[in-house]
């Protein structure tokens, strides 16, 4: 007969478990912070070299080739030129920013490779500062990256609301456009909205990352009741950081006054019926394909505080789409702000 251990034996072993692993994982996390300072010094001193015009007589443009070939020959791998480089780059991009605030703990150095490719300081900063609050993976940084995430944060409509903290802002929490291309919905889109909603609740953990920190889902198909009728809201969210809920309604046409209409509706039906007292003013938020301007000049969404009407793109755009999407955004904005 098999002995099976006694149940305090488990425990045991358990307990040792966690204590190993969290004991490896502290390790590996200085290890990385230590080598990471290490390549931005090393960086740092590449910079100095080179800004030398003694030392530059005598290396010239040969100085990080003799670097590598010197450094391979003691360390081994790990020194090639291109590695060097990429120090030179990691404190030439992050020379302005103070070294204890640079080299974040929380950042590996594939990170710091993907945050260095990106050319707008105030992005660059963003990134650094929200990868390492929100704990975003080398995957999630890389996709936020190329698909725009702070560029698109900034092209929500500029209005304003009450923040629970002067540290909270509605423009850090909604984006314009938002990328579903993880629902791999061909273009052009024929799937209906119940279609398009039940997807992005079946990619659910996908959804969450695209809409931004803070969210949790509430319900699908949300049911709210007045005297005599029922209303059904497409998407339910609750934000922990703004203490508010968000609605979303999802179009597959272009905006229309009507859909302001019904989610001004919404809003204030939730907030009548279904806020608490501790919570902040519902927010609504219209997904829809394609924004009609005049729509959005002359419709209730152009003064309302707590309703915007985003489009969302159900693939990949390339760079060139969503630079124009954005830009034409950030013109209709400023069109805007300018009567």
Known sequence: ?????????????????????????????????????????????????????EKRAVYGEGLIKQLSKDLSKEFGKGFSVANLENFRKFYLTLSDIQNSYAVRRELTWTHYRLIMRVENPE?????????????????????????????????????????????????????????????NIPEPI?????????????NLQAFLLELGKGFSFVGRQFRISAETSHFYIDLVFYNYLLKCFVLFD????????????????YIRMFDDLKK???????????????????VVKYSILNDHKQLFATKYMPYLPTEEELIAEIAREKRLIQERNER
């Open 1 to 53: 007969m098999e002995h099976k251990p006694f149940t305090q034996s488990n425990l045991l072993l358990n307990d040792v478990l966690t204590i190993l692993q969290a004991a490896r994982q502290k390790a590996y996390t200085a290890v990385n912070n230590a080598m990471v300072q290490a390549y931005w010094h090393i960086g740092k001193r590449i910079v100095e070299e080179e800004q030398s015009g």
């Open 123 to 183: 992005a660059r900063n963003y990134y650094l500062r929200e990868c390492a609050n929100q704990n975003w993976s080398t995957r999630t940084l890389e996709s936020n990256i190329n698909t725009f995430y702070y560029q698109r944060l900034r092209s929500s409509q500029q209005k304003h609301i009450q923040q629970p903290t002067e540290k909270t802002e509605v423009n850090d929490f909604i984006k314009d456009p938002y990328v579903f291309e993880f629902l």
């Open 190 to 202: 024929t799937s209906s909205e119940r279609d398009i909603e039940s997807a992005l609740l079946e």
């Open 250 to 265: 999802l179009k597959t046409t272009k905006l229309s006054h009507q859909d302001t209409g019904q989610m001004d509706m």
């Open 276 to 294: 608490q007292d501790n919570d902040n003013p519902t927010i609504g938020i219209i997904l829809c394909t394609e924004k009609d301007e005049t």
